[in-house]
């Protein structure tokens, strides 16, 4: 996600800026810029790391004690100078950084252009100043208020910290989803995403609540308004965190910082992209292509690890639901097996980085031979996103942690809004089961939230079979591939050799694995096959293995046979993996924790393997 700085006070605001910048760098981020206030507006932005930006703004005038300056993580328009923030308004006098996502961008671009205003940039923050301008302008209001009343008609997430050029002695700064940070100095002012590059200067903050707009001045006096215009008066609290752990957001790890985000992360994927009160779902990226890929013969997934998982989840989703034939390739096998494509052909590539060797190789491959290429990625602008015809990025922010997990939530959430929406083109989903999945899927960010509340008992679970040497995961149909995940997971971060099964595979060989010392975590959540999965735990049972069962609120019966017990809320089947994942999550992360294992940095791993 973006990282935003801002300072207004009595000193150097540059050097403020460029060292507040690098406390945020590990947030991730493909650009840097900063605007100074001395007289004039100067705005200086570049592609790459905050040092290459520090080299350009080093021969230009950086003088200035009011300044705003932007890590970008780019979501709207990839990464390069232009998309760069801060953006200026039309008219040169207001500049703005910004972190979320504003949904409604498209319609305000095209009245402002019906008003005569040109954009530079493909983001949707450069609409954002362009916006305020016009409604400052309209009834030529102070800058406080321009961003109240933009913000009314603004729809998404958004932190932002605006600068007018013609009022300099004031900050104007709002949030809604996106964290803001307000650090009180003696007669100057910090904003920023947390407090990490606030901590060395005040302890003393206010965390800007939900569709608040704080206005700040040089004379050390601000007011918060509510975006209904109702003043607020803030609590003032007290930094606390040393800033290592503020860069985890609190956490020991950017892993478990990233298995907590799941709802938020969950959340921004379908932003924009679903209206269960409106009743429909939609990927912009699929537009262009739609009757290609609903009329697709075969959609071929390609991926790797954790990807490779989302892909067979993809599979159940579009099968089940879009009646469409899906095969699904680990992309490093599927380069080199001479593989049959033609031009009806779709093919999906999955990756979190859009970097991995295998997944691009595989997609040159099939573009050779003519197949439609499509990406689900999370980074914008990566290698494999450009490959791509088209495609739709995931938006769950920079996944710092090696062992993926909110990015894997993402890329499901997304492959099970292309299912649904293929699935309704097709005529293969009743109006009613539509309406009902719509409204149980904008229904799980909540539910993920709940299942993060099972955390201690989790966490004891894992301290029971922490000195494991080997687990085995079991699961049937939508579980299936979760097993393999929770596997992955488990064996990734704490090095203990673990195994996922489809459940009915225990009869074929794996049976003969198990003991009183193998722990066997059984993802039982599905209704259709409750029976059949009670008489898995059964046989495992029979020869005194330890069953830890994932299973739906209220199931008592396998609550009775098992061992140990974790509960999911209810959901409809196709969305079992999104929350059935989440206690597997944690359960490798407290046993890889306490081993004593480098949860963020596993031995032997990379975060984005782009070599063979
Ligand atoms: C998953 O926890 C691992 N980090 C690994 O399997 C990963 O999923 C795989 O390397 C694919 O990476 P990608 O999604 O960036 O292509």
Request: charged share 25%; net charge negative.
């Amino acid at each position: 996600m973006c990282g935003i700085i801002a300072y207004i006070g009595h000193k150097d605001a540059y050097n403020i800026l460029i060292k507040g910048l690098q406390r945020l760098e590990y947030r991730g981020y493909d650009s840097a810029g900063i605007a100074l206030m001395n007289g004039s507006l100067n705005v200086y932005k570049k592609k790459g790391k905050v040092q290459e930006l520090v080299d350009f703004a080093k021969n230009h005038n950086v003088s200035g004690t009011a300044g705003i300056g932007h890590t970008r993580w780019a979501t709207h328009g990839k990464p390069d100078d232009i998309n760069a923030h801060p953006h200026t308004s039309g008219n040169g006098r207001l500049t703005l950084v910004h972190n979320g996502i504003i949904e409604n961008y498209a319609p305000i671009k095209q009245a402002l252009e019906k008003k005569g205003h040109v954009f530079k940039s493909q983001t949707d923050t450069e609409v954002l100043v362009h916006f305020i301008e016009e409604v400052q302008k309209q009834d030529n209001l102070p800058i406080e208020e321009a961003v109240r009343v933009a913000l009314t008609q603004v729809v998404g997430a958004y932190a932002i910290v605006v600068l007018d050029s013609q009022d300099p002695d004031k900050l104007v700064a709002a949030r809604k989803g996106s964290p803001l940070v307000i650090g009180i100095g003696e007669d100057e002012f910090f904003f920023a995403s947390d407090g990490t590059p606030i901590v060395e200067y005040t302890k003393k903050v206010i965390y800007l609540d939900d569709e608040h707009i704080a206005t700040v001045n040089r004379s050390g006096e601000y007011e918060i308004r509510t975006i209904d215009n109702e003043v607020h008066t803030p609590f003032v609290d007290e930094l606390h965190m040393e800033i290592e752990r503020m860069e985890k957001g609190g956490y020991d790890y950017f892993m478990m910082k990233e298995i907590y985000e799941q709802p938020t992360t969950i959340m921004d994927a379908m932003r924009g992209r679903i209206s269960a009160e409106d009743g429909w779902v939609r990927l912009g990226g699929m537009e262009k292509h739609l009757e290609q890929v609903k009329n697709a013969s075969r959609i071929i997934i390609l991926g790797c690890g954790t990807s490779w998982h989302a892909g067979l989840i993809a599979e159940y989703l579009f099968e089940d639901l879009a009646r469409i034939a899906v095969e699904v390739e680990y992309a490093s096998e599927f380069r080199y097996r001479n593989p049959v494509i033609t031009d009806k052909d779709v093919v999906i590539a999955i990756s979190q980085s859009g970097e991995t060797a295998d997944t691009y190789a595989a997609l040159e491959l099939a573009k050779k031979n003519g197949a439609l290429l499509y990406g689900i990625v999370n980074v914008v602008g990566s290698s494999i996103a450009r490959l791509t015809d088209a495609g739709s990025y995931i938006h769950c922010g920079p996944e710092i942690g090696v062992a993926s997990t909110k990015a894997f939530t993402a890329q499901v959430t997304l492959l099970t809004l292309m299912a649904l929406q293929l699935g309704r083109e097709r005529g293969t989903i009743s109006d009613e089961y539509f309406q009902a999945l719509i409204t149980e899927l904008e229904n799980i960010p909540e539910k993920v939230k709940r299942m993060l509340d099972a955390n201690d008992k989790i966490k004891y679970i894992a301290s029971e079979i922490k000195d494991s040497h080997n687990a085995m995961y079991l699961g049937r149909g939508y579980n299936f591939p979760v097993a393999l995940e929770g596997a992955l997971k488990l064996k990734e971060i704490s090095y203990i050799h673990a195994e996922g099964y489809p459940a009915a595979e225990m009869k074929h060989g794996p049976i003969a694995l198990i003991d009183e010392n193998m722990p066997v975590i059984v993802i039982a959540t599905n209704k259709s096959l409750n029976d059949k999965i009670v008489s898995n735990i059964q046989e495992v049972k029979a020869r005194k293995g330890i069953v830890i069962a994932v299973i739906t609120e209220g199931d008592h019966e396998i609550n009775r046979i098992a061992d140990y017990v974790i509960e999911i809320p209810e959901t409809e089947e196709p969305f079992t993996p999104l929350l059935s994942v989440i206690p597997l999550q944690l359960l490798s992360y407290h046993i890889a924790v306490m081993r004593g294992c480098n949860v963020d940095q596993p031995r032997n791993l990379a975060k984005s393997v782009t070599v063979e």
